[in-house]
């Protein structure tokens, strides 16, 4: 888990341009991804260029990068029980991180970053789940090579299950740290508290809101809040076997999705958590079969306000969307 790479070797591979099939499938790629830029370089004819790529590999391919995806099938839920209504659906997931939050040997702005993602099909949304970690800074405690990180993080988040439709940019601090168990088993820890800059949860009551075309009521509550994640991973030769996260977010709302000037408002506070679990067997080489628990939580306290009345009302929101998905995995370390 904690092996290193020969830096001789990172150099011999940074000089050597690609070119050929390999650069074709690159640049394709990369245009899918960001079709501006992709147009842009072919107009410049940087697409077909050759140079030599960057000589420290953190500019490029930092090593410590891990990639897990899997496929499988997800179960949902209602309530207290996953045999409440329960519905089933194919999943994909993909967790991927950037660099090495212990061993980077630079520690500019998103030098390391990690990635998750969720595609369920057949439900409301495909896409259930997209949450974005970046370091800014970062500072070893005791110095490079330490088993203790405190980085100030921003992050990007976007979550859309049956309990909560989540989104929000927010801005923290974090505690990452590993613990050597033995040569190939390892622990890393990560405890973070963030404050959200502006954060959005769907709203109960957007269909009160007295507008000309019901369409276009926005049916979100915004606001600023605060959240807190704390995660664990224990860790084959870098690959997970067991894991378990838990997260929470409180959004502090004065501006509801029901408001409209001079006849109806609305205040909320919004506090919506998940928390689960991983286990992953390995079959053969970098593949194994898993299996999550996971369960997202929801409460809501509105206090709704009528201008022309007075009248004030308070209502209270709970759901509950508990959710178990098995699957087929592949883990890659760099």
Not at 76 to 84: C, F, K, R, V
Request: aromatic share 12%; proline share 4%.
């Amino acid at each position: 888990m904690w092996r290193e790479s020969s830096p001789s070797s990172w150099q011999r591979r940074s000089v050597v341009p690609r070119s050929g099939r390999g650069r074709f499938w690159k640049e394709f790629g990369a245009f899918l991804v960001d079709p501006v830029r992709g147009f842009n370089r072919l107009v410049s004819g940087r697409a077909k260029g050759k140079a030599p790529n960057p000589t420290d590999p953190m500019d490029w391919r930092p090593k410590g990068g891990r990639t897990f995806v899997a496929t499988g099938f997800r179960s949902i839920g209602e309530g207290s029980s996953i045999t409440n209504n329960t519905e089933s659906y194919y999943t994909i997931l993909l967790n991927h991180s950037y660099g090495d939050v212990f061993e980077n040997t630079r520690r500019k702005p998103f030098d390391y970053m990690d990635f998750v993602a969720e595609m369920n099909f057949g439900e409301k949304a495909k896409l259930g789940n997209v949450q974005i970690r970046g370091d800014l800074a970062s500072w070893p405690i005791g110095g490079e090579g330490g088993d203790h990180v405190i980085s100030l993080m921003q992050h990007f988040d976007y979550m859309n299950n049956n309990a909560y439709e989540f989104g929000g940019q927010s801005v923290g601090v974090g505690l990452s740290s590993r613990f050597r168990l033995s040569d190939t088993l390892g622990l890393t820890t990560r405890v973070d508290g963030h404050g959200v800059i502006l954060g959005a949860v769907n709203a109960d009551y957007s269909w009160l809101a007295d507008v000309a075309e019901q369409e276009r009521i926005r049916e979100y509550d915004y606001g600023p809040g605060a959240g807190a994640t704390a995660t664990a991973t224990l860790s084959l030769s870098g690959r997970p076997l067991l894991a378990a996260l838990y997260r929470f977010e409180w959004i502090d709302v004065r501006n509801g999705s029901v408001y409209n000037k001079g006849s109806f408002g609305s205040d909320a506070n919004h506090y919506v958590q998940m928390a689960g679990a991983r286990v992953v067997v390995p079959i053969r080489g970098r593949l194994g079969i898993g299996a999550d628990a996971y369960v997202f939580l929801r409460d809501s306290h509105y206090t709704l306000a009528n201008a022309e009345t007075g009248e004030v009302r308070k209502s209270d929101v709970s759901q509950r969307n508990p959710q178990v998905r098995v699957y087929l995995s592949f883990s890659d370390v760099r």
